[in-house]
């Protein structure tokens, strides 16, 4: 699986972004697609994703209720729309693929990784 992110930049607290992600190849392989962050000196966390069959989501607590994550099956895109931005949403944000559904958010069980894209969050 090949993933292809876009989105990213800087943005002003409170503000909205959209990240994009694009599935090729075996599209047919993975499980979960979504979304995990890094931010300087912090490990990498979890954020959003979702089943292939778009049945599940998945969110970190700090996101939940500002973050939606979503999926065009016709081209295997998933896309965060992330509102009520805030400073600590700050990080290089990385899209991710996993052939297993298991713990979504251990980094660990994700297999596929796109480059990551920065999101800046200013005061």
């Known amino acids: 699986v090949q993933l292809q992110a876009s989105g990213g930049g800087l943005v002003q607290t409170g503000g909205t972004m959209r990240l994009s992600c694009a599935a090729s190849g075996r599209t047919d392989s993975y499980y979960f697609l979504g979304w995990f962050r890094q931010a300087p000196g912090k490990e990498r966390e979890g954020v959003a994703v979702?089943?292939?069959?778009?049945?599940?989501?998945f969110y970190a607590d700090s996101v939940k209720g500002r973050f939606t994550i979503s999926k065009v099956d016709a081209n295997h895109t998933v896309t965060l729309q992330m509102n009520s931005l805030k400073p600590e949403d700050t990080a290089i944000y990385y899209c991710?693929?996993?052939?297993?559904?298991?713990?979504?958010?251990?980094?660990?069980?994700?297999?596929?990784w796109g480059r990551g894209t920065q999101v800046t969050v200013g005061q």
């Open positions: 979702i089943s292939r069959n778009g049945a599940l989501t």
């Open positions: 991710a693929a996993s052939e297993f559904g298991r713990t979504w958010y251990n980094p660990e069980w994700y297999q596929y």
